[in-house]
């Protein structure tokens, strides 16, 4: 009876040891977690701490409300995939894969460790979701003023360094101001959002799309010369012009007038906004519906 005892004592000593080693492997894996809110510095931590445990060649991450895709490794044979999500969120999709198969006791293992990563993904959604709302014009779903602004200082830089070109479109609707007149602010809305959406579909997915104010939208063409933005910039026009808008029993046409600039040696900010600005307004006054470059 006393061997018994002894004998119990032991094993639940060494489940006690083991326990806390696994427990500590959590404590460690979540704390490392609490230091980032971006998607693809949590997985690139939580692969690294779980690489001696788990040992795996790849790890993918994908999240399509982020429209992201994170790729580390090499693919092999072999993989295990996991949808995460907590209380009906998605919070993405994590897949590993190796050459060996992975055991039942390491799939264990692995969904065991996957709890520390679900709440800091919780968290980086929520951040990252706020983020895109402080860089979203909520009329027009296109990025805000400050998103430009932030985007166009980075873009600079990057092509500076890069020795890339850089150019953007200025794109001002014409006599907006009659379409509030005419049929309301509700119908000048509309005609925005629209407008938003054509010049969107006119570019690249690359080509990002800003709302710089009232009815002026700015397109931030990365690695485009003056000719090609030029290009771009008739096809924007021609879009918008072929388009029409239904509003109840009237049907609007809309014209948009744009001004092109491309990024020069020792521009500042306002120096390419400014050209831009100043032959949009050239357009403007050469009767509008056409673009000019600046
Ligand atoms: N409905 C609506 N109107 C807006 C919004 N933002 C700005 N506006 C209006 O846009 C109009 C812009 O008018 P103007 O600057 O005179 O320009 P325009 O009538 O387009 O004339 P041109 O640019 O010279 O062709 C103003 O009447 C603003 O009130 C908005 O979010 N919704």
């Keep these: 009876m006393k061997e018994k005892a002894a004998e119990l004592a032991i094993v639940s000593n060494k489940s006690f040891e083991a326990s806390t080693a696994v427990n500590l492997h959590h404590y460690d894996i979540s704390s490392a977690l609490q230091t980032s809110l971006e998607f693809i510095e949590l997985i690139t931590i939580f692969c690294n701490k779980i690489q001696a445990t788990i040992p795996h060649n790849s790890a993918e991450y994908t999240n399509s409300e982020f429209d992201l895709t994170f790729t580390r490794g090499v693919i092999a044979r072999h993989s295990c995939t996991y949808a995460l999500k907590v209380e009906d969120q998605q919070l993405g999709e994590l897949k590993l894969t190796r050459s060996q198969r992975f055991s039942k006791d390491e799939l264990r293992m692995l969904e065991s460790l996957l709890c520390c990563l679900i709440y800091p993904l919780k968290n980086a959604t929520l ?10 014009d909520p009329l027009t779903k296109t990025h805000n003023r400050t998103a430009f602004n932030d985007t166009l200082m980075r873009e600079m830089k990057r092509a500076n360094r890069c020795r890339q070109n850089l150019s953007i479109i200025f794109v001002d609707v014409d006599h907006f101001k009659s379409i509030n007149d005419q049929y309301g602010h509700n119908c000048g809305d509309l005609a925005l959002a629209s407008v938003a959406s054509w010049v969107k579909d006119s570019v690249r997915a690359s080509d990002i799309v800003f709302r710089f104010g009232g009815e002026e939208f700015v397109v931030l063409l990365a690695d485009t010369h003056m000719d090609d933005a030029n290009i771009i910039a008739e096809r924007i026009r021609t879009d918008i012009e072929s388009h029409t808008l ?22 500042t900010v306002d120096d390419i906004i400014k050209r831009a600005d100043t032959a949009m307004y050239q357009a403007k006054k050469l009767g509008r519906n056409r673009v000019c470059l600046g």
Aim: aromatic share 10%; proline share 0%.
């Design 127 to 136: 951040f990252q979701q706020a983020l895109q709302m402080a860089y979203t």
């Design 246 to 267: 239904a509003y109840g029993m009237d049907v609007l046409n809309i014209t948009a007038s744009l001004g092109v600039s491309t990024l020069q040696e020792h521009d």
